[in-house]
């Protein structure tokens, strides 16, 4: 068990909908990364926060946001889904800003019928 | 600009054999580069990592790489396969921009 929560694990929703996933980093793990997983395109990264504040970008579409809640939970919206959305999509911790050891969750397995 | 390559998405070896899975990396800074495994239905667990210092480097489970800067490769080793370390290897390289890259990953199957 990594500490790192994600939920829902599994989500089914429709085209054009909006959906948003939640992570819970680590205890005491400041900074939370978002990663998609799909098989066309691997892992890419999407967006860091660090202690309430973007910290980096990468390649997230612009119909997704991200936050991150002074509680240190990070939320992940995406909306006008695709088809193409469908992907696991994961979370990961961290103490600081480096990326020397992320852990990760067990991600959210997103469903775009 | 960063990336890296895996040669083989799929790798099988018996029990008891050698595993090798490559990695070749770009980067335009001294890299960090790492190897993470990914089990089924679970998310990605740090294998080991080279950030500075002995360029070979020892994870867990077994597991070592080598970091050779002349050939841009940080391979990963196991003298003797298991049966549980059946999974998928995922390269990665931390360049300039201090995120990650992963590769396209390799999955390994363990022969009985």
């Known amino acids: 068990d990594s500490g790192v929560t994600q939920t829902p694990k599994h989500l089914i929703t429709a085209t054009g909908q909006r959906v948003t996933l939640r992570c819970s980093p680590r205890?005491?793990?400041?900074?939370v990364y978002w990663y998609q997983q799909s098989l066309d395109q691997g892992l890419q990264f999407l967006i860091q926060?660090?202690?309430?504040?973007?910290?980096a970008k990468g390649n997230i579409l612009e119909r997704f946001s991200a936050q991150q809640f002074p509680d240190l939970h990070s939320e992940l919206n995406l909306s006008s889904l695709e088809l193409g959305d469908s992907a696991l999509y994961f979370c990961?911790?961290?103490?600081?800003?480096?990326?020397?050891?992320?852990?990760f969750g067990s991600g959210t397995q997103l469903s775009v019928l | 600009a960063q990336s890296v390559t895996q040669l083989g998405s799929h790798v099988s070896v018996s029990e008891g054999a050698l595993v090798l899975l490559r990695c070749n990396y770009s980067?335009?800074?001294?890299?960090?580069l790492f190897w993470y495994v990914q089990y089924p239905n679970q998310g990605l667990q740090l294998l080991l990592k080279?950030?500075?210092?002995?360029?070979l480097v020892k994870g867990i489970n077994g597991f070592e790489a080598e970091f050779k800067k002349s050939e841009t490769s940080f391979h990963l080793t196991k003298p003797s396969a298991h049966m549980s370390d059946a999974a998928e290897y995922f390269c990665?390289?931390?360049?300039?921009?201090?995120?990650?890259?992963f590769g396209s990953g390799t999955q390994l199957t363990v022969l009985p």
């Open positions: 980067s335009s800074v001294p890299p960090y």
């Open positions: 990665a390289v931390s360049g300039s921009a201090r995120q990650l890259t």
């Open positions: 990961a911790s961290s103490a600081g800003t480096g990326v020397e050891k992320l852990f």
């Open positions: 926060y660090y202690n309430g504040e973007e910290r």
């Open positions: 080279y950030t500075t210092g002995a360029t």
């Open positions: 205890s005491g793990d400041l900074s």
